[in-house]
């Protein structure tokens, strides 16, 4: 092989390298981390439509009752600006003329806008992906990859924290686990 060769195939290999996962507390100030390990216990095992957190409206926190970190926007700033890749399940907004999802809330874990609690806004992330992607089953996982901001977004569906401009996503797969 030619050395001159070398280093570019590194490069391109290097190129084709997924990004780290970034964990969903560290998008919590270490204060609101915490108070969260902290917090009694939410049960998740309640009927959907018996439940007190069943909320047809979205992901907006409804009950008055719950601790502070529940509706926390803080941040942290070192993540403004910076290249992420983040796993979770997504809130479609908007599609394209083909169906695909171009615009949509990640969310950290399933049926966060059906009868658990929602996740405080510092956990919701607003994605924005012009190339959109197919979502078959909201409660399929994704890794979302691109440039996370610290951005306030409040909709009437949910208010988030920040917002990602995604460069790809993809379903999360079997050899993922």
């Not at 100030?29 to 439940?51: C, F, G, K, Y």
């Not at 083909?98 to 059906?114: D, H, K, Q």
């Not at 510092?122 to 979302?144: F, H, K, S």
Request: with cysteine; proline share 11%.
């Amino acid at each position: 092989m030619r050395y001159w060769l070398f280093p570019l195939l590194l490069l391109c290999g290097l190129a084709r390298a997924e990004l780290p996962e970034t964990d969903w507390l560290q998008l919590m100030p270490e204060e609101d981390r915490r108070a969260l390990e902290n917090m009694p216990e939410i049960s998740h095992d309640t009927p959907e439509q018996s439940s007190d957190f069943y909320n047809p409206g979205g992901l907006k926190q409804q009950a008055k009752d719950l601790p502070a970190v529940m509706y926390s926007a803080k941040t942290v700033a070192a993540f403004d600006g910076k290249q992420i890749r983040l796993g979770g399940y997504p809130v479609p907004l908007e599609t394209d003329t083909e169906g695909r999802s171009t615009l949509f809330f990640l969310v950290p874990y399933p049926g966060a806008c059906i009868h658990v609690p929602p996740p405080p806004p510092n956990q919701l992330v607003l994605v924005r992906y012009p190339e959109g992607v197919e979502l078959e089953d909201i409660y399929a996982p994704l890794w979302v990859s691109g440039t996370l901001k610290v951005e306030p977004v409040s909709n009437e569906l949910a208010d988030a924290a920040y917002a990602l401009d995604a460069g790809q996503v993809r379903m999360v797969a079997e050899e993922d686990l």
